[in-house]
């Protein structure tokens, strides 16, 4: 069974923190990796996608990669009360990539940025 | 330029009653997935369309069953319903070209599903 494992929280960071998401798989041959923010109600929305080991950076986002170690990361820097919401960790199955649409999602962490 | 669409918005059915739930996908996609999330849980893949086949299915029984429309719309229709199919339907699209391999998934906004 191909797992996506995340800390469900809640993490709790105060306003201007950083914020660090983490997650692991089990899938070595897994090549996709995507972060989404979901709202309480609301459908996922994309943050960032990963596919080579290190860091990526956009914005206030950092995501960080480790195959070996099968283990993905964000980083919220500068974190603010609007970033409260269940981050979802997925990743793509092994051999296939993320556009063929058969994510494996974690359960999320809930974020809360206290003001 | 459309997102992902889905209708209806919300729907509240009872047990042992059949459900079809609508998406059209983003400008430019043609494949289509669907996922069940139930309260508390990541979305769960169901199954995915391209080419108005099924490619793709998850560990759903046969009373979870789609279609894709020559304009890349899909369906997703559950009969038998029951209790424990109350959860948000997401669907989402993609592309499947070349140069797309990796392209992420864009989500509509889903369908809330009531058993009751």
């Known amino acids: 069974q191909k797992e996506v494992e995340q800390n469900s929280g809640p993490l709790s960071v105060p306003e201007g923190a950083i914020a660090s998401l983490n997650c692991t798989y089990s899938d070595r041959g897994s090549q996709s990796f995507f972060w989404y923010r979901q709202y309480s109600g609301k459908s996922p929305e994309l943050i960032m996608f990963?596919?080579?080991?290190g860091d990526k950076e956009d914005g206030r986002f950092t995501a960080q990669l480790n195959k070996a170690s099968q283990y993905v990361s964000l980083l919220i820097r500068d974190s603010q009360p609007s970033d409260s919401a269940t981050y979802l960790c997925a990743v793509t199955p092994g051999g296939y990539g993320g556009s063929q649409g058969n994510l494996i999602f974690g359960k999320g962490t809930k974020l809360s940025v206290k003001p | 330029d459309a997102g992902v669409t889905q209708s209806p918005t919300h729907l509240i059915k009872t047990r042992g009653q059949q459900v079809t739930l609508r998406c059209s996908p983003k400008s430019g996609h043609d494949t289509v997935s669907w996922y069940q999330q139930a309260l508390g849980q990541g979305p769960q893949f169901i199954f995915q369309?391209?080419?108005?086949?099924?490619?793709q299915r998850g560990n759903f029984p046969d009373r979870f069953s789609g279609h894709q429309f020559p304009n890349y719309s899909s369906e997703l229709n559950v009969n038998a319903l029951l209790l424990g199919d109350s959860a948000l339907y997401l669907c989402a699209s993609s592309s499947r070209g070349l140069d797309s391999y990796n392209s992420p998934l864009h989500f509509g906004n889903g369908t809330r599903l009531t058993v009751t």
């Open positions: 369309y391209y080419e108005e086949e099924e490619r």
């Open positions: 990963i596919y080579s080991n």
